[in-house]
């Protein structure tokens, strides 16, 4: 992690925009990029959002700091078992998360990954949905990613071999757990 202060970021969430402004948006998402190897932990990114607006069970956001576009994410109903849960309807799947290569190292994913959390529990809250947490799945050669989880809260619930990128740790931040970024 850098020694710079992250800041803050925020979750623009695409579907809530109108066409001019999340047109804007992908622009800057198909702006982002991956450093050398990371593309086999994560996809194109703005494949990734484009996914998320056509499926109604996803809610794809644009990660902003500072007023740029430093990442993307998308939160997913129903579809924890991706990750190697339980349950598909107990937690949200946090899925297609990336911080652009130049804002890495800054402390900015593990703020996003809070505030994904805080997202997912806004969205229960709102439509008395019953999920507990939030789950992802990361791979255990990502060091930086499993490290950045664990600073936002997450905890590790175990191995899981199911993913195409070779093994995965499944982790799970529970909603109500106070995260320290």
Not at 96 to 102: A, E, K
Not at 105 to 121: E, F, M, N, W, Y
């Amino acid at each position: 992690m850098g020694n710079e202060d992250p800041g803050w970021v925020w979750l623009i969430p695409l579907r809530d925009l109108d066409p001019d402004a999340r047109a804007i948006q992908l622009g800057a998402v198909a702006g982002l990029g991956l450093l050398p190897g990371q593309e086999r932990f994560v996809g194109d990114p703005l494949r990734m959002a484009l996914a998320g607006l056509e499926e109604e069970s996803r809610r794809p956001y644009v990660v902003e700091s500072s007023g740029s576009a430093v990442g993307v994410l998308t939160l997913q109903l129903g579809a924890a078992r991706l990750a190697g849960w339980r349950d598909d309807d107990s937690a949200w799947l946090l899925r297609g998360f990336l911080i652009d290569r130049r804002f890495q190292g800054k402390g900015l994913g593990t703020l996003a990954a809070v505030a994904a959390v805080d997202a997912a529990r806004r969205l229960t809250d709102r439509h008395h949905s019953g999920e507990a947490g939030v789950v992802l799945s990361v791979n255990e050669a990502n060091l930086a990613g499993l490290s950045a989880y664990r600073r936002a809260g997450f905890a590790d619930a175990g191995q899981y071999l199911g993913g195409s990128a070779g093994p995965q740790r499944t982790m799970f931040h529970r909603f109500g757990c106070a995260a320290r970024p």
